[in-house]
């Protein structure tokens, strides 16, 4: 290679490496034990988690019952995906994941990026799924009446924001009594909780000592992990099987009106949260080398998991937006919500147990993959040897096991919730982008190696282009407005938002206009400007507000305001047309193109500072690549 940074590791080598058991000095090899149905079920375990108890609250609020379009975009974006997983995973059928496939495709530099890129999936998304797991676990505790104290069941930043929130209230007369729950929980935390130096000790200890638990159970052994798995499983599909059966029998399809009441803009918000309920899938790729055949059973196990968890989430949103108001559906516990409304309380006590179980078995899927990464990554030298060291007895690798397990309790601790899991789904995102690009890499390859699974060859040459003119012809017809704004640097502002800026005589002409252009609905708020505008409905809002005849700064974020927001979506444009000028020209096939595209497609609709903050840990990952990996290596020996 012209560069040692992409120098490349061959699928020869690497079986090879795998089968010997390089880098543990035993030559201990991993249990082979597992069959379709239990990868199918590591698959279930860690998609149909905290996503369907939580997040999919907020994300049929914000985009009604037309959420399930992106349910089934997401799951078309990661079924493109998991094709090409599954022919890696069958062409190289070792423990590294995408960190291994990328070696082998695009070189050592791409394979350092993406195994430190996985970091982001397995561990910070179990700090995550640890910390939901103790919301669960916590609620729970108080339905039986066995209160945890607040100061030991979140962290420190949550308290003080909702201590300072509690304190606005007091002031404005509200008593711990009336406020909402919630909030006086975490005035409780911050009042009672002991100090030390002036410092509130405040601590999430149910997400430590679950984490803990979990740890235990992969560090003793694979069989363990699959029967904990499987048993997790059964629970969660028999009360998710309970859930949408019952709930189909009080559903009201008047509450399907509007099906998208804020519109592509309102669906398209719960990126982060529907595809932070997809993501690890994939992880059972890290079971490779504990597979009986895993050339055979992985792509099998990848693509039925994937099947059955988006059949179950398009069933429950329609269920929950259909049993009650999408507007309603903006809490913590959905599922409990809806059966609520309808008097049945004792289904939220059996949904309170199994969110405690689905999120567990979430957490140990996710602690399972992350040492095999870092096992793989210590087989090639790019760390040190003790992170591939193979336990005697256990036959799973002990101390990267043991330091996953420090590196997700100790941060559930203190860490805050919201942060964790938008860097979680870009960073998966990112592995789903270079996975379906190795596809693409293999294929052209003259000299391709055998696979019991292969991406079906589609030709992009001529398909693609009429994909792009058809999707590009739909989102004219129906979002033309925002089309031009985009390419005019001018983005509309929120209808929340656009209260605050609105000065008297702006604010006279908009209500003057609104009471014309929406006499019933003006109407409904006794002409309260303010209490229209927070609750009026995007695809209403979006036309009206253009034809108000409110200035551009106004009614518009511009310039930088506009152009730093969007860049995500400037950066996927250039992208579409690299990688379509290419797709057509060579004639790549067109899945792993589908795949990469829709991917990057959800990565560009993060938020800015969330790209932001996915640079900044690529950076410090490239920063220890140069300092230690780089010259470690051992295809630089």
Same mark, same amino acid.
């Given at each position: ?9 061959? &699928? ?77 995973? %069958? ?16 070189? !050592?530099?791409?394979?350092? &990026? ?5 970091? /982001? ?19 729970? /505790? ?184 999408? %507007? ?6 959905? @599922? ?31 602690? /399972? ?5 870092? /096992? ?108 031009? !704004? ?10 929340? %938002? ?34 229209? @505008? ?38 996927? @444009? ?14 790549? %096939? ?48």
């Amino acid at each position: 290679m012209a560069s040692p940074l992409f120098r490349k590791k061959s &699928i020869t080598t690497i079986l090879k490496d795998a089968e010997a058991g390089l880098g543990d000095g035993e030559h201990n090899a991993l249990n082979k034990v597992l069959g379709v149905r239990d990868l199918t079920f590591f698959g279930i375990a860690a998609v149909i988690g905290a996503g369907i108890f939580t997040s999919i609250g907020k994300a049929c609020y914000d985009g009604g019952p037309g959420v399930i379009y992106l349910y089934i975009f997401t799951a078309v974006a990661c079924g493109f995906a998991a094709m090409c997983y599954a022919e890696f995973a %069958s062409t190289v059928p070792v423990s590294g994941s995408a960190y291994t496939y990328s070696y082998v495709a695009f070189g !050592e530099i791409f394979a350092w &990026i993406i195994g430190w890129d996985l970091l /982001m999936e397995y561990a910070i998304g179990n700090i995550a799924v640890a910390i939901s797991w103790s919301a669960y676990f916590t609620n729970l /505790m108080d339905k039986f009446h066995l209160h945890i104290v607040d100061w030991l069941t979140m962290d420190y930043s949550t308290a003080h924001s909702g201590f300072n929130d509690a304190k606005d209230l007091l002031a404005q007369g509200q008593t711990l009594q009336t406020m909402d729950p919630v909030i006086a929980s975490k005035y409780m935390a911050w009042t009672q909780a002991p100090q030390l130096f002036g410092l509130h000790l405040i601590m999430d200890l149910p997400a430590l000592l679950i984490v803990v638990l979990i740890t235990w159970v992969v560090f003793v052994g694979i069989r363990e992990s699959r029967t904990l798995s499987n048993v997790l499983v059964g629970i969660k599909l028999v009360v998710i099987f309970l859930v949408i059966v019952l709930g189909g029998y009080y559903m009201d399809k008047a509450n399907w009106t509007p099906f998208t009441p804020h519109g592509i803009g309102g669906v398209m918000k719960g990126v982060s949260a529907v595809f932070f309920a997809y993501i690890g899938f994939d992880a059972i790729s890290t079971t490779a080398e504990e597979c009986k055949d895993a050339q055979r059973d992985l792509p099998k196990g990848m693509i039925y998991s994937l099947i059955i968890c988006t059949i179950l989430y398009v069933l429950l949103a329609l269920v929950l937006t259909g049993m009650i108001k999408y %507007s309603s559906l903006n809490v913590g516990d959905p @599922l409990a919500l809806v059966f609520d409304a309808r008097g049945l309380k004792w289904i939220a006590a059996i949904i309170a147990v199994s969110a405690v179980v689905a999120t567990a078995s979430v957490l140990l899927v996710f602690q /399972m993959g992350q040492p095999r990464i870092w /096992m793989s990554m210590s087989r090639d030298g790019l760390l040190p040897k003790i992170f591939s060291r193979i336990h005697p007895k256990y036959k799973t690798p002990s101390f990267s096991t043991i330091l996953t397990g420090f590196v997700v309790a100790i941060p559930a601790l203190f860490l805050n919730l919201d942060v964790v899991i938008a860097l979680t789904s870009i960073g998966t995102l990112f592995a789903f982008v270079l996975v379906c690009g190795g596809v693409i890499v293999l294929q052209q390859q003259p000299t391709r190696a055998e696979s019991k699974f292969r991406v079906p060859y589609v030709s992009s040459r001529y398909l693609l282009p009429l994909l792009l003119i058809i999707i590009a012809a739909l989102t004219w017809k129906f979002n033309k407005n925002s089309v031009k !704004e985009f390419f005019q640097n001018k983005t509309l502002i929120e209808s929340t %938002s656009l209260y605050q800026r609105l000065g008297a005589t702006d604010s006279t002409l908009l209500k003057t206009k609104i009471a014309v252009m929406d006499k019933a609905g003006f109407n409904q708020y006794n002409g309260n400007l303010k209490m229209y @505008l927070d609750s009026v409905y995007s695809t209403q809002y979006r036309p009206m507000i253009r034809k108000t005849g409110l200035p551009d700064n106004v009614i518009y974020d511009l310039g930088s305001d506009s152009f730093i927001p969007n860049m995500p979506q400037w950066l996927f @444009l250039v992208v579409l047309i690299i990688i379509s000028y290419f797709a057509i020209k060579r004639n790549y %096939s067109l899945i792993p193109v589908l795949g990469l595209l829709s991917c990057f497609y959800l990565m560009a609709q993060e938020s800015h500072t969330n790209w932001w903050r996915f640079i900044i840990w690529l950076i410090i990952g490239l920063t220890i690549y140069f300092l230690y990996s780089r010259k470690n290596s051992k295809l630089a020996q």
